[in-house]
């Protein structure tokens, strides 16, 4: 079994993915800001499979690289880290604070960045390893102005590390979900799968690693449609 990390474990889809690949056995590591939701969540898992809490800031360097030093004194590798900690828009962009702004891109773009940085060395050493990127398909069609330039941006950065990485081994997958119910989406008045569905995705990509995965798969002929027809997709836009 794997020794796999997921940040922002402490609700929605990290949490669900906790509970997912618990089920079958992983060691986990359940990094978030909130110590009290995930020691109560390794409670629940105890029993199941090892598990490491730790809390972190993932847009603090300092502290990712002590949830990677962690990991590895308590586990000896990091065979997967699934970058999940995410914010969305509270706000329309262009009224929100600039300090809201940068925590926004610190938390969906600069962290990940900050865990390869942080992961690689482990993973170079190992000869082995996968980053799991959640990013959105609000990365591959622009909705919310910083919101979707975080998520083109870490689908960006992971073509890039996935092609830096092959030399040594290690994989980069993303896992691009559309509408799903979490807290990020509690005030949207629409019918939304839960984060399970997430979960049982990302569960797939760590058994079998995979350049990038759309899910619910419902979603892929909306990109279609936004790559070649942008037209129709701005139409429904503007009609909302």
């Keep these: 079994m794997a020794v796999v990390v997921i940040t922002g474990a402490s609700s929605g889809i990290g ?20 110590a009290d939701r995930l020691e109560a969540l390794a409670g629940e898992l105890t029993g199941r499979c090892e598990v490491l809490t730790v809390q972190a800031d993932m847009g603090v360097a300092e502290q990712v690289e002590a949830l990677a030093r962690q990991t590895v004194e308590r586990f000896g ?10 914010l969305g828009p509270q706000k329309p962009w262009l009224q929100a604070d600039p300090a809201d702004l940068k925590q926004v891109v610190d938390v ?4 990940p960045i900050l865990a390869a940085r ?13 980053f799991i990127n959640v990013a959105s398909v609000a990365g591959h069609i622009g909705t ?17 590390l996935r092609r830096e990485l092959m030399p040594y081994g290690i994989k980069v997958s993303v ?7 979490t807290e990020m989406t509690k005030h949207r008045k629409i019918k939304m799968p839960g984060p399970e569905v997430v979960a049982r995705a990302i569960a ?11 899910v619910p798969g419902s979603y892929r002929f909306l990109i279609w449609l936004n790559a070649h027809f942008p037209w129709l997709v701005d139409q429904v836009q503007k009609g909302k």
Excluded: C
């Design 144 to 160: 919310w102005g910083v919101y979707s330039a975080t998520k083109f941006g870490l689908r960006g950065f992971s073509e890039a």
């Design 108 to 111: 969906n773009l600069t962290a």
């Design 15 to 34: 949490e669900a993915t906790a509970r997912e690949l618990a089920a079958q056995g992983h060691k986990l590591v359940l990094a978030a800001r909130r």
């Design 77 to 86: 590798a990091i065979d997967v880290w699934i970058n999940n900690a995410g």
């Design 175 to 181: 896992v691009s979900p559309g509408f799903i119910a």
């Design 204 to 214: 797939r990509v760590v058994r079998r690693p995979r350049r990038e995965l759309v």
């Design 118 to 130: 942080a992961v690689v060395p482990y993973m170079k050493a190992q000869g082995r390893g996968h």
